[in-house]
């Protein structure tokens, strides 16, 4: 990796050094001014920055109580996979084991993507979008049975002190996602591509318009420019509906080798057609 991937990478690996040790100051000193913070895609994102009325006043607030939800009542590890740098963005395929109690434990497979902007000497996260799957994890916690119940109390207890109702009702809308119906269009997609049907590929995309980086980084490719520009052959695995995107690992054999790494495909909710593709590789 080049030097400036190296910084952001080591940047990036701040956040679950600080998780594990529940450093609040660490992790959020990491994020940028004004931020982002999507965790799940799909939920009501955490704005940092701006006027916040809970406290009173603009700076970190939205984080800190992220923090104080979510991170700072649980162990955190992060099983990473793969990390691959594109430009300012810095996306991990990994899988993070949540143990809420010493009985009720979690495993949430997930694609983590950084954005990164530089504030005077430094890089920092501006937008953090954790694409994950809500229900399947708390299919996992019920599963527990009754040792869940109190948990699950407290979580909803944090939430509603923290995150307030509006706020709890806001999570809970990455229920709410673009579902099969967004990844069998990544799978029409990929299988069009391997067979280089045009007509099927631009049938899952919302439009001609439809910016498809490949990877990110270089100028993108509309739909019908995809088979001048990229060849080869493409699989995919571990795929991930959060909010309007789709996730997936995937990988692309091509003569001189084998490219690994992470699909971000967003979709328009209302018609299921691909808007906007980016995949990652190093």
């Not at 909710?269 to 980016?278: F, N, Q």
Request: charged share 20%; hydrophobic share 45%.
């Amino acid at each position: 990796m080049s030097n400036q991937a190296d910084v952001l990478l080591s940047q990036v690996q701040k956040s679950p050094a600080a998780v594990a040790i529940h450093d609040k100051d660490a992790w959020m000193s990491i994020f940028a001014q004004y931020h982002i913070v999507e965790d799940p895609v799909g939920s009501t994102p955490h704005v940092g920055g701006i006027y916040d009325t809970t406290s009173g006043e603009r700076g970190h607030a939205a984080l800190g109580r992220f923090f104080d939800t979510f991170i700072a009542p649980n162990k955190i590890s992060f099983d990473v996979k793969k990390d691959i740098v594109c430009g300012n963005h810095v996306v991990r395929d990994l899988t993070i084991n949540i143990e809420m109690s010493p009985t009720v434990k979690a495993s949430v497979e997930m694609h983590l993507l950084y954005e990164l902007v530089q504030e005077g000497d430094e890089w920092k996260v501006v937008r953090l979008a954790a694409h994950w799957e809500l229900l399947p994890m708390v299919m996992q916690l019920l599963k527990k049975g009754f040792a869940c119940a109190g948990v699950l109390a407290g979580l909803t207890v944090r939430m509603l002190r923290y995150q307030g109702i509006a706020g709890t009702l806001g999570f809970s809308k990455a229920a709410l996602n673009i579902g099969n119906k967004g990844k069998k269009a990544v799978e029409t997609f990929v299988k069009a591509f391997n067979h280089q049907d045009l007509s099927t590929l631009m049938s899952v995309c919302a439009s001609d318009a439809a910016l498809i980086h490949m990877p990110f980084g270089q100028p993108p490719l509309s739909p019908s420019q995809v088979f001048e520009k990229v060849n080869g052959k493409m699989a995919i695995c571990k795929l991930l509906a959060s909010g309007e995107t789709i996730t997936a690992t995937v990988s692309l054999q091509q003569e001189n080798g084998v490219k690994e790494g992470v699909m971000i495909a967003e979709f328009n909710r209302k018609t299921g057609k691909i808007v906007a593709m980016r995949l990652y590789w190093d």
